[in-house]
């Protein structure tokens, strides 16, 4: 596992052509999001359209020069960006599958003026090959059938809620802040580790190489680990790198496997490999 801090664009110029499996980044959303009280620099998600636009051209455009012939990248975006990201691939020049385009439902939603409050957070699948791309098709493995044992045992107190499904397209996956035994919240913005290990295993091999650019927490650093996949990830302030770093080292990783990935059938099948 290789996690720096530093500013991802200095490290992406560091990394060869063709050495990255696949991208799974949660860059700065340009919503101004306020990202204390977790950071002491709060202000990274503040900028223009213009900006984000810029930022994502130039991301995807050096990860479409690291990654593999069939490599891809799941990348998190605020609804509200969604033309200024289709543009930002568009110019970078991979491709984009609205098909593969999924939402987190946040349970709570963020506040908005003179709006309905927003609950989704939205996550897409950006190729460097519009075909040849690994997606290992476990997607309708968030079976309701299945889960509903488990939500049942989870109001028992029996297991940890497991993700399920609304729909093709949104995921209710527990969010880090709904106190989980295993995932505290360190940072404003965290990822579920599940939902990370679960597009990982959709979009690469064991021994694959992952990069995170925006690492924030670490969590996709530990969903990587989780996987068996290589890491190379990137955490410009420093105060959340130590923390990243921290929570990287002490986490219980045989603890998490035993039973939390195994919860649900689904994680069953993905360690027996077997596809749904
Ligand atoms: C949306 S948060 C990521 C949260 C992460 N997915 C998690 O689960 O904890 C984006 C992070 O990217 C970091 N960041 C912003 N610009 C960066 C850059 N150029 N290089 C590296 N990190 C950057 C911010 O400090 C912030 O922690």
Same mark, same amino acid.
């Given at each position: 596992?290789?996690?720096?801090?530093?500013?991802?664009?200095?490290?992406?110029?560091?990394?060869?052509?063709?050495?990255?499996?696949?991208?799974?980044?949660?860059?700065?959303?340009?919503?101004?999001?306020?990202?204390?009280?977790?950071?002491?620099?709060?202000?990274?998600?503040?900028?223009?359209?213009?900006? +984000?636009? !810029?930022? /994502? $051209? &130039?991301? %995807?455009?050096?990860?479409?020069?690291?990654?593999?012939?069939?490599?891809?990248?799941?990348?998190?975006f605020g609804p509200s960006m969604l033309l200024e990201l289709i543009e930002a691939v568009k110019n970078s020049g991979m491709y984009i599958h609205f098909d593969q385009w999924k939402s987190i439902c946040r349970q709570k939603g963020r506040g908005a003026q003179n709006k309905f409050k927003s609950q989704r957070e939205d996550f897409i699948l950006v190729t460097k090959h519009p075909t040849n791309f690994v997606l290992n098709n476990i997607d309708d493995l968030f079976n +309701?059938? !299945?889960? /509903? $044992? &488990?939500? %049942?045992?989870?109001?028992?107190?029996?297991?940890e809620r497991p993700p399920f499904k609304f729909s093709d397209t949104i995921y209710n996956f527990k969010m880090p802040y709904y106190l989980s035994k295993t995932e505290k919240q360190i940072h404003s913005c965290q990822k579920s580790i599940l939902l990370l290990y679960a597009?990982?295993?959709?979009?690469?091999?064991?021994?694959d190489t992952v990069f995170d650019g925006f690492a924030g927490s670490g969590s996709c650093a530990i969903a990587s680990q989780l996987a068996e996949r290589n890491f190379i990830g990137c955490e410009l302030e420093s105060d959340m790198y130590e923390k990243a770093q921290n929570w990287i080292s002490k986490f219980?990783?045989?603890?998490?496997?035993?039973?939390?990935?195994?919860?649900?059938?689904?994680?069953?099948?993905?360690?027996?490999g077997k596809k749904a």
């Amino acid at each position: 596992m290789e996690f720096y801090n530093e500013n991802c664009f200095d490290r992406l110029k560091k990394l060869p052509n063709n050495s990255i499996n696949l991208v799974v980044s949660d860059p700065p959303y340009a919503i101004s999001f306020d990202a204390s009280p977790h950071m002491k620099n709060s202000d990274w998600d503040k900028m223009s359209k213009k900006e +984000y636009i !810029e930022l /994502i $051209t &130039n991301y %995807l455009t050096e990860c479409k020069r690291v990654l593999t012939s069939n490599g891809s990248a799941w990348i998190f975006f605020g609804p509200s960006m969604l033309l200024e990201l289709i543009e930002a691939v568009k110019n970078s020049g991979m491709y984009i599958h609205f098909d593969q385009w999924k939402s987190i439902c946040r349970q709570k939603g963020r506040g908005a003026q003179n709006k309905f409050k927003s609950q989704r957070e939205d996550f897409i699948l950006v190729t460097k090959h519009p075909t040849n791309f690994v997606l290992n098709n476990i997607d309708d493995l968030f079976n +309701y059938k !299945e889960n /509903i $044992t &488990n939500i %049942l045992n989870y109001y028992s107190g029996e297991v940890e809620r497991p993700p399920f499904k609304f729909s093709d397209t949104i995921y209710n996956f527990k969010m880090p802040y709904y106190l989980s035994k295993t995932e505290k919240q360190i940072h404003s913005c965290q990822k579920s580790i599940l939902l990370l290990y679960a597009l990982i295993m959709n979009s690469s091999q064991k021994g694959d190489t992952v990069f995170d650019g925006f690492a924030g927490s670490g969590s996709c650093a530990i969903a990587s680990q989780l996987a068996e996949r290589n890491f190379i990830g990137c955490e410009l302030e420093s105060d959340m790198y130590e923390k990243a770093q921290n929570w990287i080292s002490k986490f219980d990783y045989d603890n998490y496997k035993k039973n939390y990935l195994k919860i649900t059938t689904w994680f069953g099948r993905l360690h027996s490999g077997k596809k749904a």
